[in-house]
């Protein structure tokens, strides 16, 4: 079963940068169509970006522009540069497949950015 391990959250001030990573372990399958999540506190957990295996991205209105969904196939990892970042990109991000039935949610990685 694949297990999900989220990376390289931290607390950056207002303007600062991060770099998120989602490795997959557990499977000899490569990951497909993958999603980053966030989910702040006494938020619903929403959806940023998400990649296709062919490379196609997409992201919500709120972070285009500043956010950059990549995957590294031969690591089977997923990542997410998160630019210019503001106060409410504050939240845990999470990794997880799209167009599909999720796997176990992983712990997630958390976000918090000063103002």
């Known amino acids: 079963q694949v297990q999900l391990v989220e990376s390289g959250g931290g607390l950056v001030q207002a303007g600062g940068s991060l770099r998120l990573s989602c490795a997959a372990s557990?499977?000899?399958?490569?990951?497909?169509?993958m999603g980053w999540f966030r989910q702040a506190p006494g938020k619903q957990r929403e959806l940023v970006a998400t990649?296709?295996?062919?490379?196609?991205?997409n992201y919500r209105d709120s972070v285009k522009g500043r956010f950059t969904i990549s995957r590294d196939n031969a690591k089977n990892t997923v990542y997410l540069q998160m630019n210019s970042l503001k106060p409410e990109d504050t939240a845990v991000y999470y990794c997880?497949?799209?167009?599909?039935?999720?796997?176990?949610w992983g712990q997630g990685t958390q976000v918090t950015v000063s103002s």
């Open positions: 997880n497949a799209r167009f599909t039935v999720p796997f176990p």
């Open positions: 990649i296709t295996t062919d490379g196609s991205t």
């Open positions: 557990g499977s000899s399958s490569r990951l497909n169509n």
